[in-house]
């Protein structure tokens, strides 16, 4: 089903879901196209004028019902991401705290949309600078994270008198229709959100970014998508915000606890059985503790146990579908055969029934070079390629060596080493002994073809202000 302007409406043909961890169908839903995607920009076109013209008190008070709804109703969400995504139950129960933390965060922010008083040169003159919304937003979401990463968007954009039509990810859409019934029960108006699902996203996109009542695109996905959604929203000259891929370096000095960096290795590249944005992708460690990181990370990595994420002691679920098995395999075996040791891992996973699903072991490769696949293109699986290196002065310019600024992070004891890598990483987010650098409070995005803007915090809600100037003769 779509939600268009307050209902739940379908369409003439359904496509099918499936739990990636053994390949069941767990649902239809409607397949829409360019007529569900006009029909979505017209209802939240006419809603705008009312919704844009609610105090903030009032939007305020349906974000903070959003999210109290998706608090009480946090057990069944999980639930339903473990079988539509396959992240382990424990992973889904923090992302849904996590997407929820957006809602609360938005309907405390949405009270405090400053404008500003400038002092003009003239005495006659006043400036005075109003925060407006955007208008109708289209927002487009991915499947790795697919609850937070649409209240990521909704909850800003009400906060600031948006409203906005979505798409979410075709492998994802069950958890986007449990959170547009919360924001139908929370009592947000007819027109305001409003969501088309579709099996080929193509006409979707196209018919919002042709559309120049649509004044912004925010996108999370690929680079590679992307672009081609930034060219077409410059035809209408679309404000745009974009969360893109990355190819986060993580730099172990050996000044470093080796076994404390191996075990923040070891989580953060494997969250999400590696399908992240933030997810390590080059592990750069110093000669001096090389040999204990390694043997810390292969032994907690073999230990790790593939499975559906209902599964007892199970941390690594599936990959979202065979072709993401067939890109990590593909990246392995190049390694592999340029001379990078398997330390663990390294083969699709089939005993025990994981045959049915899309599996591919937790892996650790050691001696990654520059002319290896993966030392360039994402992974977006469950390998954790390692480097060793010697001079620390060196390692910078390696970590800054991507066309990807995403995540970034380093493990150090050294207070003035620490401060002067974190100032050079070329990357949107750094780490410093820290896996998680991510909160509803604090700033989300990239530089170079990472992205464009912020998601969370104050900044985030920036993006769906328009800044207007009133000059005032008096
Ligand atoms: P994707 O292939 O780019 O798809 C993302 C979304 O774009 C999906 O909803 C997809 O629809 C849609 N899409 C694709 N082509 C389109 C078109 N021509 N017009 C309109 N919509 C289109 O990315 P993904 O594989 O789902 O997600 C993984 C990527 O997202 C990774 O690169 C990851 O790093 C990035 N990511 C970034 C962040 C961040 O915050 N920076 C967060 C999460 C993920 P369909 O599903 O129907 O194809």
Redesign the pocket.
């Known amino acids: 089903m779509h939600y268009i302007d307050g209902t739940w409406v379908s369409s003439e043909s359904e496509f099918a879901v499936t739990d990636p961890s053994n390949g069941e169908v767990i649902g239809h839903v409607a397949d829409g196209g360019a007529a569900e995607a006009t029909a979505a920009i017209d209802a939240a076109d006419r809603a705008f004028t009312s919704w844009s013209q609610t105090t903030a008190y009032e939007r305020s008070a349906i974000l903070y019902e959003a999210w109290r709804l998706m608090t009480e109703r946090s057990a069944d969400l999980a639930e339903l991401m473990t079988t539509e995504q396959g992240k382990p139950i424990k992973a889904a129960r923090n992302e849904v705290k996590y997407g929820a933390d957006f809602l609360l965060w938005y309907a405390e922010e949405a009270k405090r949309i400053y404008g500003e008083t400038i002092p003009s040169a003239r005495p006659d003159q006043r400036f005075v600078v109003l925060r407006q919304p955007v208008g109708v937003c289209a927002a487009?979401?991915?499947?790795?994270?697919p609850i937070s990463?649409i209240t990521?968007k909704i909850g800003p954009a009400l906060a600031a008198g948006c409203t906005i039509v979505l798409?979410?990810?075709?492998?994802?859409p069950l958890c986007a229709k449990a959170m547009f019934e919360i924001f139908h029960d929370a009592g947000v108006p007819a027109g305001v959100v409003n969501m088309v699902c579709?099996?080929?996203?193509?006409p979707?996109?196209?018919a919002?970014?042709d559309d120049d009542r649509v004044r912004k695109l925010t996108?999370?996905?690929?680079?590679?998508?992307?672009k081609?959604?930034g060219g077409?929203a410059a035809s209408t000259i679309k404000r745009v915000s974009?969360?893109?891929?990355?190819h986060a370096p993580f730099v172990v000095f050996d000044d470093a606890d080796p076994v404390h960096a191996a075990k923040g290795a070891s989580l953060v590249k494997f969250l999400n059985t590696g399908?992240?944005?933030?997810?390590p992708n080059r592990i750069y460690v110093q000669r001096g503790i090389a040999e204990e990181f390694i043997a810390t990370l292969t032994e907690r990595v073999a230990k790790m146990r593939a499975g559906n994420g209902f599964g007892d002691g199970v941390s690594i679920g599936p990959l979202?579908d065979d072709d993401?098995v067939a890109k990590v395999e593909r990246q392995v075996n190049d390694a592999v055969e340029k001379g990078a040791t398997l330390h663990t891992g390294g083969a699709r996973l089939t005993d025990d029934g994981l045959d049915r699903g899309h599996f591919f072991a937790p892996t650790v490769l050691g001696d990654v070079t520059p002319d290896m696949v993966i030392h360039a293109e994402?992974t977006?699986g469950p390998v954790a390629p390692v480097i060793v290196f010697d001079d620390p002065e060196e390692v910078l310019g390696k970590a800054n060596d991507t066309t990807y600024g995403?995540a970034a992070y380093l493990y150090t004891r050294d207070v003035a080493r620490a401060w002067r890598i974190a100032e050079g990483l070329r990357f949107g987010i750094i780490g410093i002994n820290d896996i998680n650098p991510t909160s509803a409070a604090a700033p989300?995005?990239?530089v170079k073809e990472?992205?464009i803007g912020r998601?969370g915090g104050h900044v985030g809600l920036d993006e769906y202000l328009d800044t207007k100037l009133i000059g005032w003769s008096v």
């Not at 798409?167 to 994802?172: H, V, Y």
């Not at 996108?219 to 998508?225: A, D, I, L, W």
């Not at 974009?242 to 990355?246: F, I, N, S, T, Y």
């Open positions: 487009v979401t991915p499947w790795n994270y990463m990521r798409k979410p990810a075709e492998q994802t579709a099996s080929d996203p193509v979707v996109g196209d919002w970014l996108f999370t996905g690929s680079t590679e998508v992307g081609l959604l077409r974009m969360e893109l891929g990355g399908q992240a944005c933030i997810s979202v993401a994402e977006f995403l989300f995005g990239g990472s992205g998601e």
